[in-house]
């Protein structure tokens, strides 16, 4: 069977994380396997941001849970140590499209290299946020950015 095939049959969602940091080159990976979805007229209105420092994502735990309506101490992250933002210009029709391939594609490539994966929702509402705002401005991406998902 085809090896691209055959990841996306055997791909599922991981609840559960080790607390280990995955190597840095597979993360690097991973990020670069979603450049490479499919996009809307080749505008490639999508940014990947890769948060591996602990208190942020510690952080954008609290905001995802807080927006769920999760038990105090809920991490919505599933314990991950890294987590995977992607953010689509919201004048680009296609953006949340172009965002959700590129979902899929950091899930397979993750798979790829031995690491589990789940989509997590809330991005929107996330960066919709005054937190997450204020993050959008400290990483300088414009406000034309909106959320699209995360993975775990």
């Known amino acids: 069977m085809n090896?691209?095939?055959?990841?996306?049959?055997?791909?599922?969602?991981i609840r559960?994380?080790?607390a280990e940091m995955p190597p840095k080159a597979d993360l690097e990976q991973i990020v670069e396997a979603g450049l490479y979805a499919a996009n809307g007229r080749g505008?490639?209105?999508?940014?990947?941001?890769?948060?591996t420092d602990?208190?942020?994502?510690?952080?954008?735990?609290?905001v995802n849970n807080e927006i769920m309506g999760g038990p105090e101490g809920n991490d919505p992250f599933y314990?991950?140590?890294?987590?995977?933002?992607?953010?689509?210009?919201?004048?680009?029709?296609?953006?949340?499209?172009?965002?959700?391939l590129v979902m899929?594609?950091?899930?397979?490539?993750?798979?790829?290299?031995?690491?589990?994966?789940?989509?997590?929702?809330?991005?929107?509402?996330?960066?919709?946020s005054a937190e997450g705002k204020a993050l959008m401005k400290e990483w300088g991406i414009a406000d034309t950015y909106a959320g699209v998902a995360a993975v775990s």
């Open 54 to 62: 602990k208190e942020l994502r510690d952080k954008l735990s609290a």
């Open 79 to 100: 314990g991950a140590p890294a987590i995977l933002i992607v953010l689509a210009n919201k004048e680009v029709p296609t953006a949340p499209y172009d965002g959700s």
């Open 104 to 128: 899929g594609n950091l899930m397979l490539a993750a798979y790829a290299v031995g690491l589990g994966s789940c989509w997590i929702n809330r991005a929107k509402e996330m960066f919709e």
């Open 43 to 51: 505008r490639q209105a999508v940014i990947t941001i890769a948060v």
């Open 3 to 13: 090896e691209v095939i055959k990841a996306m049959k055997e791909r599922r969602s």
């Open 16 to 18: 559960k994380f080790k």
